[in-house]
T-cell receptor, first 113, second 111 residues
Framework: DGGITQSPKYLFRKEGQNVTLSCEQN?????MYWYRQDPGQGLRLIYY???????QKGDIAEGYSVSREKKESFPLTVTSAQKNPTAFYLC????????????FGPGTRLTVL | KQEVTQIPAALSVPEGENLVLNCSFT??????LQWFRQDPGKGLTSLLL?????REQTSGRLNASLDKSSGRSTLYIAASQPGDSATYLC??????????FGAGTILRVKS
């Protein structure tokens, strides 16, 4: 069953803690992306990776970090430096060409207590 | 910087109506444009992708058009059904296949 999985579905974090959101795909896609969605707003790009061991900052990378050690995995760490981390986080992947469709995972809702 | 606007912000129609959702973008140097559907609390489902060289794409009751030079795209939904109720998002792509999203149109189809 091919697709993109994100875990956990819901995540609660205390202020000052780092948390890591998981994103795995078995579509054999080269490119992977992390977006953030706030209520009533469109998605904003946090980080993206077009190939293993390489990634670039998106529009709102401050307070976040990523790694891309394996083709199928692109974890996102929300650090304590992120001032307003409560949001819905979505991971996506695509084959890698600039004209390819992006496919999205089910999302992780992060709440800071 | 690319800015994407979707009009209307919300739309409520009776079942069976044909409807049009509008998307405008400020930078015409795009590679493609995708339309997505999002159900509450869920991820995005890709509906249609139009390459920058194309004028329109069709899938079932959905038809999307693209006028790159004027920075506009429309999503036409024929014979709307209650199951079409969702938020519809438009996203033109920049270099690197980076998508820039509008805030979406919330659609409610009443039975």
């Amino acid at each position: 069953d091919g697709g993109i999985t994100q875990s956990p579905k819901y995540l609660f974090r205390k202020e000052g803690q780092n948390v890591t959101l998981s994103c795995e795909q078995n579509l054999n896609h080269d490119a992977m992306y992390w977006y953030r969605q706030d209520p009533g707003q469109g998605l904003r790009l946090i980080y993206y990776s077009q190939i293993v061991n390489d990634f670039q900052k998106g529009d709102i990378a401050e307070g976040y970090s990523v790694s891309r050690e394996k083709k199928e995995s692109f974890p996102l760490t929300v650090t304590s430096a992120q001032k307003n981390p409560t949001a819905f986080y979505l991971c996506a992947s695509s084959l890698g060409k600039i004209t390819d469709t992006q496919y999205f995972g089910p999302g992780t809702r992060l709440t800071v207590l | 910087k690319q800015e994407v606007t979707q009009i209307p912000a919300a739309l409520s129609v009776p079942e069976g109506e044909n409807l049009v959702l509008n998307c405008s973008f400020t930078d015409s140097a795009i590679y493609n444009l995708q339309w997505f559907r999002q159900d509450p609390g869920k991820g995005l489902t890709s509906l249609l992708l139009i390459q920058s060289s194309q004028r329109e794409q069709t899938s079932g009751r959905l038809n999307a058009s693209l006028d790159k030079s004027s920075g506009r795209s429309t999503l036409y939904i024929a014979a709307s059904q209650p199951g079409d109720s969702a938020t519809y998002l438009c996203a033109p792509s920049e270099y690197g296949n980076k998508l820039v999203f509008g805030a979406g149109t919330i659609l409610r189809v009443k039975s």
